[in-house]
């Protein structure tokens, strides 16, 4: 099971971008589901946004058309890039690689980061 390290979050204005990076210490090219999953203060962890083996992306109905999910399995990275930033996004942000479906939603089943802030101010 492949560790992985999140970065490049930080603190910006309603509006603005970021772009999350997560670090495999492994290939990823055998994983089919990699994913994003946000934590906000008081909440239970959500899923954000979905990558498989080939390239299909899904993502959750409060951030279709503002985010973007990409991977690269030759550099072992899975980035987000995350517009039109909204206070509602503040979040600590997490990746995971392995995701099932478990009948509601999905989940991550494979290990967690450390998570990188996202602060969006109004």
Not at 54 to 63: I, K, L, N
Not at 96 to 105: E, K, M, S, V
């Amino acid at each position: 099971q492949v560790q992985l390290v999140e970065s490049g979050g930080g603190l910006v204005q309603e509006g603005g971008s970021l772009r999350l990076s997560c670090a495999a210490s492994g290939s990823i090219l055998s994983i089919d589901l990699m994913g994003w999953y946000r934590q906000a203060p008081g909440k239970t962890r959500e899923f954000v946004a979905y990558i498989g083996r080939g390239g299909t992306t899904a993502y959750a109905v409060s951030v279709k058309d503002r985010f973007t999910i990409s991977r690269d399995n030759v550099k072992n990275m899975m980035y987000l890039q995350m517009d039109s930033l909204k206070p509602e996004d503040t979040a600590v942000y997490y990746c995971n690689a392995d995701l099932r479906w478990n009948g509601r939603g999905w989940s991550g089943f494979g290990s967690w980061g450390q998570g990188t802030q996202v602060t969006v101010s109004s």
